[in-house]
């Protein structure tokens, strides 16, 4: 049996505590796994006197977070802070130009410094490790990096964000409006306070951008994301969809074209016979389509304190064993700036939903503004009232050029027939 793997925990939150109780309850699995212990040595928070369910007393107690990175009696840093920079980046960096293993759930800080990070992490030779960071609990990355690394990627998307899908699925289920539903999400503790990361798709972008970084060996690009969520779809959309039989999910994919990346996170009308609409509740589902092993399906957990903390303990493990290669599956200078593929040239079918004004011709100029940008209805359907008094108008086109689409939508912009923003849904192909 080798020496301890001591461990310094930053951040002693949902996920904090649950990688102590996960070590307290597996440890002799865990031991037998790496070949070592695996010991946290040293915690830090900002809250020494807060209760955590846990006993702390054994672990050395630090203030300064940023400490931890050079703590004498560490081989390793975690972080579960959480935040793009502050805190969480000064640890990141300090700890991987210490030359110390870094572990982190931080998808955020992954997006926006991932690159950085990992040059630093191969010019000290040391682990940086984020299985956490991208749909929870679900070994994807690991997946991708290690089981599929003979494929050449074509595409990699999912449903990466388990609060919107709690949310379009409570809709659907029960006939009810966004507001209402996201309002219950929060007492239920499935929605933060603040839910904007969550519900306007910047959380998924963060993910999609790590997961595309590694399916498509580029520079992880998290500006290059186009970014729509879920807080305009209706309960109305979404009982449209199910009529025409589809599921509506915010879906993130990222594709590699003649084009360069494409990477977009935007609510979707997913068809009933694929996997991705059956996948209801907080749950996360990943699918990458490799040229030799074909499509395959990661689906389970993507938050919660059990099925995040194996994800980082997952990641200790490996670090354990001395089993841990380049962050993003090559090493960073093989990482190439990808060039960002215009949505236009895309190929797909669409569903568009307008609220109008109950008048006569209403019909006739959306309609007129479809055939003008080149876009083919495949089918069109109104509806009696909406909830604020329009008409709902809903179109599927068939499958176009998305700039034609676009085109159509900048004819109809500011016309007084609209009440409201049009809503535009991809579907998923
Ligand atoms: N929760 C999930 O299901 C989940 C899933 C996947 C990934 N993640 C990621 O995991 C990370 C942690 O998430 P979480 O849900 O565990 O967060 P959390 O419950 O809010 O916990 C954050 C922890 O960080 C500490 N902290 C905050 N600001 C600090 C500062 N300035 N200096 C030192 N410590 C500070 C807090 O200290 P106090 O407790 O003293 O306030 C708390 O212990 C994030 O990057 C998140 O995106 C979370």
């Not at 389509?289 to 919660?304: C, I, K, P, T, Y």
Request: proline share 3%.
């Amino acid at each position: 049996m080798g020496d301890a793997l001591r461990v310094a925990l930053a951040g002693l939150g949902t996920v904090g505590g649950g990688v102590i109780r996960l070590l307290d309850a597996n440890r002799d699995l865990i031991t037998r796994r790496a070949g070592r212990p695996i010991e946290i040595v040293a915690v830090s928070a900002r809250d020494r006197t807060k209760d955590r369910g846990v006993d702390l007393s054994r672990f050395a107690w630090v203030d300064d977070t940023a400490a931890l990175a050079s703590h004498p009696d560490a081989d390793v840093v975690v972080e579960l802070i959480g935040g793009s920079d502050g805190p969480a980046l000064t640890l990141a960096r300090t700890a991987l130009d210490a030359g110390r293993g870094f572990v982190t759930a931080n998808k955020a800080m992954l997006a926006h410094h991932g690159l950085e990070l990992a040059q630093k992490a191969e010019a000290s030779n040391a682990a940086l490790k984020f299985e956490a960071a991208v749909a929870g609990g679900i070994p994807v990355i690991k997946g991708l990096r290690e089981g599929a690394a003979a494929n050449a990627i074509a595409r990699v998307y999912g449903i990466l964000n388990g609060t919107c899908n709690f949310i379009l699925s409570k809709m659907e289920a029960e006939g009810r409006d966004f507001a209402e539903v996201l309002a219950e999400a929060q007492a239920l503790g499935y929605a933060e306070a603040d839910p904007s990361f969550d519900i306007d798709g910047v959380d998924a972008a963060h993910k999609l951008s790590i997961l595309a970084a590694i399916a498509f060996g580029t520079q992880p690009a998290f500006g290059d994301v186009a970014i729509a969520g879920v807080r305009h779809v209706l309960a109305a959309d979404i009982a449209q969809a199910a009529s025409l039989g589809y599921r509506v999910r915010l879906v993130g994919v990222a594709e590699e074209g003649p084009h360069g990346l494409f990477q977009r996170v935007h609510p979707h009308l997913v068809p009933l016979d694929h996997p991705l609409a059956h996948v209801t509740g907080s749950t996360n589902a990943v699918v990458a389509e490799g040229n030799f092993v074909g499509r395959l399906l990661f689906q389970g957990a993507g938050a919660g304190d059990g099925p995040t903390a194996s994800a980082v303990v997952a990641d200790l493990i490996d670090i354990a064993r001395g089993e841990y290669g380049a962050s993003f599956a090559m090493p960073a200078h093989e990482l190439t700036a990808a060039t960002k593929a215009d949505s236009g040239e895309r190929r797909g079918r669409a569903y568009l939903r307008f609220t109008v004004q109950d008048k006569v011709g209403v019909l006739a100029e959306i309609a007129a503004a479809m055939r003008d940008a080149g876009v083919s209805i495949e089918s069109l359907i109104q509806r009696g009232e909406a909830a604020d008094g329009g008409v709902m108008i809903a179109i599927v086109t068939h499958e176009g050029p998305e700039r034609a689409v676009a085109q159509a939508l900048e004819r109809l912009r500011g016309s007084q027939s609209l009440v409201g923003q049009p809503l535009l849904m991809h579907i998923l192909g």
